[in-house]
């Protein structure tokens, strides 16, 4: 008696049995395809395997995601649920199909597809023009978390928003969710920036931070605005401290201390700039030490500034910090 064909569920992986391997396997599409908002940006795509899929012998089967919104998204998941971080303001489309995982030779399927429309909304109520940045600050709270990180995030008003629309901004981080209670205002009384003093954001994180700001007026309905940003480019690193100066003869020595953060010692670079206020001498440097040794000419006086980011093998690039408040290596001097 021949087998039966059987199938097998692993994890979230199909595998697929039989005694032999048809000429020719169709996969097909995937179904019961939803997607569905699970927080704030963020949505929750579900599928099943397709209950007439051919049953043959040790094929398994993937899943290929296209979503496409604000910016797009493309991979691959042996998994038939996918959480995902999405601008939702303009709407999302996605589209999955049935891949083999592991034998190229063999077609996928066709596409199956789900739709969130835009929110409701007026055109042109939306904020506009949204920037938001991070700051790490030293904290007492406990030695298991000694720095805070404070976010600041501003934006205008719709060209078309009421003049009583009222703004109000809340961001996600991982798990937490929060909504500003400290704003300023323009000319109208209209929200347009936030002040979060301390938040759940981690110092060290690589995660994105989402931020919504929606709105409400009597006159029209506000439409909100979701934006999407990566940590490394909106921290403002702080400047390195206790930055000292000397001049001994020739030999100048400038020495400083690491920035306040949650990072290491270790995941610095700096650079260094000297100006010699009499001859007009300039000089940049950059090291991944704390400090720097140079001969200069004991016939000017300088000032000196000193400025961070974190390295790349830490995290990737991003932004220096401001400059130090200058010191000076003998009498003051100013650029």
Same mark, same amino acid.
């Given at each position: 008696?021949? =087998?039966?064909?059987?199938?097998?569920?692993?994890?979230?992986?199909?595998?697929?049995?039989?005694?032999?391997?048809?000429?020719?396997?169709?996969?097909? =599409?995937?179904?019961?395809?939803?997607?569905?908002?699970?927080?704030?940006?963020?949505?929750?795509?579900?599928?099943?395997?397709?209950?007439?899929?051919?049953?043959?012998?040790?094929?398994?089967?993937?899943? /290929?995601?296209?979503?496409?919104?604000?910016?797009?998204?493309?991979?691959?998941?042996?998994?038939?649920?996918? $959480?995902?971080?999405?601008?939702?303001?303009? &709407? #999302?489309?996605?589209?999955?199909?049935?891949?083999?995982?592991?034998? &190229?030779?063999?077609?996928?399927?066709?596409?199956?597809?789900?739709?969130?429309?835009?929110?409701?909304?007026?055109?042109?109520?939306?904020?506009?023009?949204?920037?938001?940045?991070?700051?790490?600050?030293?904290?007492?709270?406990?030695?298991? $978390?000694?720095?805070?990180?404070?976010?600041?995030?501003?934006?205008?008003?719709?060209?078309?928003?009421?003049?009583?629309?009222?703004?109000?901004?809340?961001?996600?981080?991982?798990?937490?969710?929060?909504?500003?209670?400290?704003?300023?205002?323009?000319?109208?009384?209209?929200?347009?920036?936030?002040? !979060?003093?301390?938040? !759940?954001?981690?110092?060290?994180?690589?995660?994105?931070?989402? #931020?919504?700001?929606? &709105?409400?007026?009597?006159?029209?309905?506000?439409?909100?605005?979701?934006?999407?940003?990566?940590?490394?480019?909106?921290?403002?690193?702080?400047?390195?401290?206790? #930055?000292?100066?000397?001049?001994?003869?020739?030999?100048?020595?400038?020495?400083?201390?690491?920035? #306040?953060?949650?990072?290491?010692? /270790?995941? !610095?670079?700096?650079?260094?700039?000297?100006?010699?206020?009499?001859?007009?001498?300039?000089?940049?440097?950059?090291?991944?030490?704390?400090?720097?040794?140079?001969?200069?000419?004991?016939?000017? $006086?300088?000032?000196?500034?000193?400025?961070?980011?974190?390295?790349?093998?830490?995290?990737?690039? &991003? =932004?220096?910090?401001?400059?130090?408040?200058?010191?000076?290596?003998?009498?003051?001097?100013?650029?």
């Amino acid at each position: 008696m021949a =087998p039966t064909p059987l199938l097998i569920l692993l994890g979230t992986t199909v595998i697929l049995q039989a005694d032999s391997l048809p000429e020719k396997l169709l996969l097909l =599409p995937p179904v019961n395809f939803t997607m569905k908002v699970a927080g704030l940006a963020q949505v929750l795509l579900r599928w099943e395997p397709n209950p007439d899929q051919q049953q043959e012998r040790n094929i398994k089967l993937g899943y /290929h995601v296209k979503i496409r919104a604000l910016e797009d998204d493309d991979y691959e998941t042996k998994n038939t649920h996918s $959480k995902r971080m999405i601008a939702l303001h303009r &709407g #999302v489309s996605a589209s999955v199909r049935t891949i083999p995982w592991e034998d &190229g030779s063999l077609p996928a399927s066709s596409w199956v597809s789900a739709e969130l429309r835009p929110p409701a909304g007026s055109p042109g109520t939306s904020a506009v023009n949204l920037t938001c940045a991070t700051n790490t600050v030293a904290s007492n709270l406990t030695r298991s $978390k000694p720095y805070q990180v404070s976010l600041h995030c501003s934006w205008a008003a719709g060209q078309e928003a009421p003049e009583d629309t009222q703004y109000v901004l809340s961001y996600r981080y991982d798990t937490h969710t929060e909504e500003c209670q400290e704003y300023s205002q323009d000319s109208l009384s209209r929200n347009t920036a936030c002040w !979060f003093p301390r938040t !759940f954001i981690d110092g060290k994180g690589r995660d994105m931070l989402a #931020v919504r700001v929606s &709105g409400r007026s009597q006159r029209a309905a506000i439409r909100p605005h979701d934006q999407l940003f990566a940590l490394y480019a909106i921290d403002r690193v702080n400047p390195p401290g206790d #930055v000292t100066a000397e001049i001994d003869g020739t030999h100048l020595s400038v020495r400083w201390g690491k920035p #306040v953060s949650a990072f290491p010692a /270790h995941c !610095f670079k700096y650079e260094v700039k000297i100006h010699g206020t009499r001859n007009g001498y300039c000089q940049r440097e950059t090291m991944t030490t704390n400090e720097y040794n140079s001969t200069v000419s004991d016939a000017s $006086k300088y000032c000196i500034e000193v400025r961070a980011a974190v390295s790349s093998g830490c995290r990737q690039d &991003g =932004p220096w910090s401001a400059w130090s408040r200058p010191v000076y290596a003998g009498e003051c001097c100013t650029f």
